[in-house]
T-cell receptor, first 119, second 113 residues
Framework: GAVVSQHPSRVICKSGTSVKIECRSL??????MFWYRQFPKQSLMLMAT?????????EQGVEKDKFLINHASLTLSTLTVTSAHPEDSSFYIC???????????????FGQGTRLTVV | GESVGLHLPTLSVQEGDNSIINCAYS??????FIWYKQESGKGPQFIID?????DKRQGQRVTVLLNKTVKHLSLQIAATQPGDSAVYFC????????????FGSGTRLQVQP
């Protein structure tokens, strides 16, 4: 299956600083990428959807100025958590969907996730 | 808003038994459903999917059943193994999967040796 690589897997940052998380599709072109947040023992909640070359579409309640999403190429999307606070500590997961035919066009492949801890 | 939910938060089974994990969804417009397995500290792993024009689909040791009448989805795992222990999520989407996924609340499967 297709591979989505997310980096870093873990990051600890000080309150007030910014953190960038990368999501790369390694063997396919990802026309659409999704960013999710998952708190402990909870489900994945969609934060935003980004299409290559376009501005991201954010879900209600997600601050676009705080969670900056860039999807400048077909293989890379980044999520930057700006001015991070302890309540931003969470597990952030990206998924990518390709533009080909068959399952590649509909199945979303997930990254390994990034554990963000803000101290 | 619309949501996808599960009946049981934790399911404990004996190794070798069959497991059934259930999911109720409420968005009647959903036409694509997926089951994911998530191990601790990892991203979701695709297990099996099904489109709304089907009511059953089988994979290796897994079967997904879809009942659109009562908006119910289930995952059956045959001969459950310790390696199956994880949290399982159902997810739904519209436009045959081209829209973002909405995840259910998850069921933890514990396999007793």
């Amino acid at each position: 299956g297709a591979v989505v690589s997310q980096h870093p897997s873990r990051v600890i940052c000080k309150s007030g600083t910014s953190v960038k998380i990368e999501c790369r599709s390694l063997d396919f072109q990802a026309t659409t990428m999704f960013w999710y947040r998952q708190f402990p023992k909870q489900s994945l909640m969609l934060m935003a959807t980004s299409n290559e070359g376009s501005k991201a579409t954010y879900e209600q309640g997600v601050e676009k100025d705080k969670f900056l999403i860039n999807h400048a190429s077909l293989t890379l999307s980044t999520l930057t958590v700006t001015s991070a606070h302890p309540e931003d500590s969470s597990f952030y997961i990206c998924s990518a969907r390709g533009s080909g035919t068959g399952t590649m066009n509909t199945e979303a492949f997930f990254g390994q996730g990034t554990r963000l801890t803000v101290v | 808003g619309e949501s996808v939910g599960l009946h049981l938060p934790t399911l404990s089974v004996q190794e070798g038994d069959n497991s059934i994990i259930n999911c109720a969804y409420s968005n009647s417009a959903s036409d694509y459903f997926i089951w994911y397995k998530q191990e601790s500290g990892k991203g979701p792993q695709f297990i099996i999917d099904i489109r709304s024009n089907m009511d059953k689909r089988q994979g290796q040791r897994v079967t997904v059943l879809l009942n659109k009448t009562v908006k119910h989805l289930s995952l059956q795992i045959a001969a459950t193994q310790p390696g199956d222990s994880a949290v399982y999520f159902c997810a739904e989407s519209m436009d045959t999967g081209r829209r973002a996924l909405t995840f259910g609340s998850g069921t933890r499967l514990q396999v007793q040796p």
